[in-house]
Nanobody, 130 residues
Framework: QGQLLESGGGSVQPGGSLRLSCAVS??????????IAWYRQFPGKEREGVAT????????DYASNVRGRFKIFQNDAENAVILQMNRLTPGDTGMYYC?????????????????????WGQGTQVTVSS
């Protein structure tokens, strides 16, 4: 599934929005059956799944604490998977990573163990504060 490169992080006030992009160097068309996920990590904590996208079906999954505020989708023009984050709160502050695997749809959800993901990006920092 190639290399992953995150971008779009930054600082924003509570209630604001950010658009994170996970650019993929390899093929992520529908036939690639790739699971792309966004994870985040808070200092001293383990990574937690935020959202997943399965390229074959377009199916998505969200963590309960971001559902309704975040949206994950594929941008074909950029060969990227986007995480649109709205109504951000200080609790969303952390390092955000994208990850990918091709182990099938059964392993494409936010609660899956992180070990199933073979590829990870370097991360992008998101800070929400007033």
């Amino acid at each position: 599934q190639g290399q992953l490169l995150e971008s779009g992080g930054g600082s924003v006030q509570p209630g604001g929005s950010l658009r994170l992009s996970c650019a993929v160097s390899g093929n992520i068309d529908s036939e690639s059956r790739t699971c792309i996920a966004w994870y985040r990590q808070f200092p001293g904590k383990e990574r937690e799944g935020v959202a997943t996208f399965y390229t074959y079906s377009g199916s998505t999954d969200y963590a309960s604490n971001v559902r309704g505020r975040f949206k994950i989708f594929q941008n074909d023009a950029e060969n990227a998977v986007i995480l649109q984050m709205n109504r951000l709160t200080p609790g969303d502050t952390g390092m955000y990573y994208c990850a990918a695997h091709r182990r099938g749809s059964g392993y494409c959800y936010t609660g899956v163990v992180v070990d199933v993901f073979a590829n990870w990006g370097q991360g992008t920092q998101v800070t929400v504060s007033s």
